[in-house]
């Protein structure tokens, strides 16, 4: 069983910064490609960024290009979003998921697709 808890959240004005932690329990996911994901109200979850379990390789959704940043600090098992210049729009649960045996890249960020979830945390800009 793979369990991923979500922290880092908070609520920041428009052009704030936030990072995102996502934490797996030891030996657990440490490879695998991991996501995160963002639900606003009425919307469906879509998928932010990515990082390969098996290179390290990144990958974005168009909107979030050139402010986020993700990361993985594999001693500790730990994945990070780094979140800048943040916009009343990128307000949304987060969460991050990772795919079971999965250490590929993922270009689609397909929510359906992820295995595991965490709990999410909220993250709220104001204008």
């Known amino acids: 069983q793979i369990q991923l808890v979500e922290s880092g959240g908070g609520s920041v004005q428009s052009g704030g910064s936030l990072r995102l932690s996502c934490a797996a329990a030891?030996?657990?996911?440490?490879?695998?490609?991991i996501g995160w994901f963002r639900q606003a109200p009425g919307k469906e979850r879509e998928g932010v960024a990515g990082?390969?379990?098996?290179?390290?390789?990144?990958f974005y959704e168009d909107s979030v290009k050139g402010r986020f940043t993700i990361s993985r600090d594999k001693a500790k098992n730990i994945v990070y979003l780094e979140m800048n210049d943040l916009a009343p729009e990128d307000t949304a649960v987060y969460f991050c998921?990772?795919?079971?045996?999965?250490?590929?890249?993922?270009?689609?960020?397909?929510?359906?697709?992820?295995?595991?979830w965490g709990r999410g945390t909220q993250v709220t800009v104001s204008s």
């Open positions: 990082i390969s379990g098996l290179d390290g390789t990144t």
């Open positions: 030891p030996g657990t996911a440490n490879y695998y490609t």
């Open positions: 998921a990772t795919r079971l045996g999965f250490y590929g890249h993922d270009n689609d960020l397909v929510p359906s697709k992820y295995d595991y």
